[in-house]
């Protein structure tokens, strides 16, 4: 076989090998693609179940306050717990609205940079509604009870009340990223879909990666 039969076979197997390299980039993309968009259908889902679940639940917390508005430690308590539930729901709606704003087949750092938003959003929901811990210990006061409690009754209630708002803060400044390395702080994160967001981000960048090594 002469040397340009060589040269040119060698061109062609070449082009064939590129070829199957293009080809098997773009199917670990789409593959990487639907696993992503797999996740976030799947948050989705959880967003509007918390949606449904927490319109629900603030309804019942309304209409338990409007029968004991002569409570005013029940309606406090009650409504405060109702505001923080209020606020969540607005966050999954906004959540929503903002993964409706994802097209991952035409730009995947927008699309990153939303989940980078949500997944943020997200975890300070969770966190805000671990403050409304200590408001389950007080919601059951009464005129009458504060009026004739004792000081044995008072000393124990407000150690109770004192130790979730100790705790429900420092759950608050402690479930943070920076914080991402201890396992339950982990947890706490991944929790309520938020892996899902996780996941989808990890693919995401693994397209990106596939991306930049078809291009060169």
Known sequence: MEELDIKQLWYAYNIKLEKSLQLNHKIIKEMQTQKAEDKISSFRRNQVFGVVVGIL??????????????????????????????????????????????????????????LAVIQTSLNNVGRILVLQAPLYCTFWYSKQLVAHAGATFWLINLTIVTFFVVVSVYLFRTLTYKNIHKKWVKAFIESFGGKKIIKAMEFLNEIEDYKIESSN
Not at 61 to 90: C, E, K
Not at 92 to 114: C, G, P, W
């Open 57 to 114: 639940w603030i309804l019942f917390l309304i209409f338990l306050v409007l029968q004991t508005l002569n409570n005013i430690y029940f309606v406090t308590s009650v409504g405060l717990i109702a505001l923080f539930n209020i606020f969540a729901v607005a966050a999954y709606i906004r959540h929503l609205v903002m993964l409706n704003q994802i097209n991952i087949t035409d730009n995947i750092t927008m699309a990153q940079q939303k």
